[in-house]
């Protein structure tokens, strides 16, 4: 009998061992966000308590950290080079009830070590979008309270905080120009303004159409990408360039690539809000990816979708003709997280069914898997 019992445990120790590297990260509920390391041999993508560090190569999963009560955003996962990475979180007060809005950062060669927590109060409790600038090595975050952070590398592997002006409402994304000398912030706001990250001064806005819930710099044509109502290219180059915008009709050089309405089931009826849960912990809330996109670094095409409870479709556009030129269902449902890779041959799906990676040139696609 005794034999029996521990023939029977090896051979499902041995069928477990076998059948585990064909499971599918997309057994995992709620995928929604997206994101590659620099030199693009890593990808990243989570749900809102769990971050998953993956090979590209391999297609499985290399490490797992916990997310802490992450939102379901496109925009709240930033590598810091190729060994770290940084989320936003929230963070329980000691011997309190209580939270308040955080950063937790990551050492890939460690994960053991445990993440360095920079407390951000000044965002209130939910700190729901991140970036990170390769020329500075500075972050940036924004709060559901309206308010930015901007946060510099002190010299000795801490941060130090200068707070901007922020916006009128939730802070939907953050992003730097390549030098790092500009950050574009936009969210529940009528216009997307652009700081000098040295004074803090504001030195130029676009008005825009709706809530923006994206933006991204379109690193080769050194353009940012605005994603609300409408899709805009704008110049983001110099301070002097970004100054001239006096007239809302001629605001930088943007160019209209589509009109593309949806029936967003993410927003309060009144004012068009973003809802915001009371308790984050009883499941994801996609109030923040009404809209996501990335445009691929050379500036050839975006990816541009809506998500929602429908059978959704992703756009693949073409920025110079702004023309859909593919269309691309991954599974459909609420897709929270797009990102190209920094070479562009590698496009990166995020939802709440799958994560999945695309090739660019023949637009064939294999999906993640866990160990």
Same mark, same amino acid.
């Given at each position: ?8 445990v ?8 076998? $059948? ?18 620099? =030199?693009?041999?890593?990808?990243? *993508?989570?749900?809102?308590?769990? #971050?998953? #560090?993956?090979?590209?190569d ?21 590598? #810091? ?6 989320? $936003? ?16 950062i ?19 409790? %939910? ?5 990170? +600038? ?6 940036a975050?924004g ?10 590398p ?6 130090g ?8 409402g ?6 730097? +120009? ?35 819930? =994206? ?6 044509k ?22 001239? @915008? ?6 930088? =050089?943007?160019?209209? *690539? ?11 009826a ?15 809330? %996609? ?16 990816? =541009?979708?809506? +998500? ?8 693949? !556009?073409? !920025?110079?003709?702004?023309?859909? @030129?593919r $269309? ?6 609420? $897709? ?7 070479d ?28």
């Amino acid at each position: 009998m005794f034999l029996r019992i521990v023939l029977s445990v090896t051979v499902m120790a041995v069928v477990a061992c076998a $059948t585990s590297e064909k499971v599918p990260l997309y057994y995992l509920s709620g995928l929604s966000a997206a994101v590659f390391s620099p =030199d693009g041999r890593r990808a990243a *993508v989570a749900n809102f308590n769990t #971050i998953w #560090i993956l090979d590209t190569d391999s297609m499985k999963k290399v490490m797992s950290f916990s997310g802490y009560y992450r939102y379901g955003t496109n925009n709240t996962l930033a590598f #810091i080079g190729n060994d770290r990475i940084a989320s $936003t979180g929230r963070y329980k007060l000691p011997h309190k009830q209580e939270f308040e809005a955080a950063i937790r950062i990551w050492n890939l060669q460690d994960q053991y070590s445990g993440a360095v927590v920079i407390e951000l109060p000044e965002l209130g409790q %939910y700190p729901i979008s991140l970036a990170w +600038s390769d020329a500075t090595g500075a972050l940036a975050a924004g709060g559901e309270n309206g308010a930015v952070v901007l946060l510099e590398p002190d010299g000795h592997g801490g941060y130090g905080k200068r707070q901007l002006p922020g916006l009128g409402g939730p802070v939907l994304d953050v992003v730097f +120009s390549r030098d790092g000398s500009m950050l574009a912030a936009a969210g529940v706001h009528p216009e997307v303004p652009i700081w000098n990250t040295q004074s803090l001064q504001e030195v130029g806005s676009l008005p825009v159409k709706g809530n923006v819930s =994206d933006l991204d710099l379109i690193a080769d044509k050194r353009s940012l990408l605005v994603a609300g109502d409408e899709l805009r290219l704008w110049k983001f180059l110099t301070e002097e360039e970004v100054g001239n @915008i006096d007239n809302p009709t001629l605001a930088g =050089d943007y160019i209209t *690539v589509a009109t593309l309405v949806a029936i967003s089931t993410f927003l309060v009826a009144f004012g068009g809000t973003p809802y915001f849960p009371t308790d984050p912990a009883w499941g994801q809330d %996609y109030g923040f990816c009404a809209r996501v996109t990335a445009a691929a670094p050379s500036g050839e095409y975006l990816a =541009d979708v809506h +998500s929602g409870i429908t059978k959704e479709k992703i756009r693949i !556009i073409g !920025i110079a003709s702004g023309e859909v @030129i593919r $269309t691309l269902n991954p599974r459909g449902g609420h $897709t929270c997280g797009v990102a190209f890779s920094p070479d562009g041959t590698k496009l990166l799906i995020a939802n709440s069914r799958v994560a999945r990676l695309y090739d660019t040139s023949s637009w064939k696609h294999e999906d993640f898997t866990l160990k």
